[in-house]
């Protein structure tokens, strides 16, 4: 094995089966027989076999109404478990617990992946009325509290990159144009937290503020989420934003940030 790159050893089935998953994004996230051979310019023979075999191991699933194939459940099992050998989950943890006991709302940790932001880690409110967790859920950045708050520390080409070209208009509030939407980002970087404001769910509000690495880079965001009813403005500013901050600073400080 001495003097060949790894390259050298890869299996192309197991390449071809990790390509055809990877087509599958929040964005396109039902894929038929035709489109997969199109895409990954495989023969249907191949495509039909990669899915079955996928499918026998829950990494694909088929919806028996249109036949489109998507992502089956193996893969958030992975995801989790890579969640809890992560060093952030570990550390946030206990920050999440001490913050859902404080404000009795839902508490997450999330990170940045492409154009959206994934909550890894949650602990929910024992309100009767409470938002639906969403772990495991890819949502979209640029209107998310945990979303904008990690953009925001990103620099304006890294932003740009990031956003799709554009932005859908999810609820009456949400930032569609690019130039106000980067105004807005700038603001949150400058005050250290965002606010979800209903800007992907009406009646939903939620309030994130970064976590930092020993190197002081942003790697996550903690967020508290909840009915607006419950989110008044004046709440948000007196007690929530100084919560959900000192937690992120405690969890910064857990992974080494002075």
Known sequence: MTGKNKSDYTVQAVAHALDLLEVFTPEADEWGVTALSQRLKLHKNNIFRLLATLESRRYIEQDQGSDQYRLGSKNLELGQTFAKQNGLLRQARPELERLTKE??????????????????????????????????????????????????????????????????????????????????????????????????????????????????????????????LRFSRERIAEELVPLVKESAREISANLGSG
């Open 103 to 228: 404000c009795g709302e839902n508490a997450y940790v999330a990170v940045l992946k492409g154009m959206s932001t994934v909550y890894l880690d949650m602990v929910e409110s024992n309100h009767v009325v409470r938002v639906v967790p969403r772990v495991g859920v890819w949502l979209p950045a640029f209107c998310t509290a945990a979303g904008k708050v990690q953009l925001a520390f990103q620099s304006e080409p890294e932003i740009e990159r990031r956003l799709p070209k554009e932005l859908k208009g999810h609820t009456p509030n949400t930032l569609t144009d690019h130039t106000r939407l980067l105004e807005h980002l700038r603001e949150v970087a400058a005050q250290g937290y965002a606010v979800d404001d209903e800007e992907l769910d009406l009646e939903v509000r939620g309030v994130a503020a970064p976590i930092r690495d020993y190197t002081r880079r942003v790697v996550g965001a903690v967020t508290v989420s909840g009915p607006s």
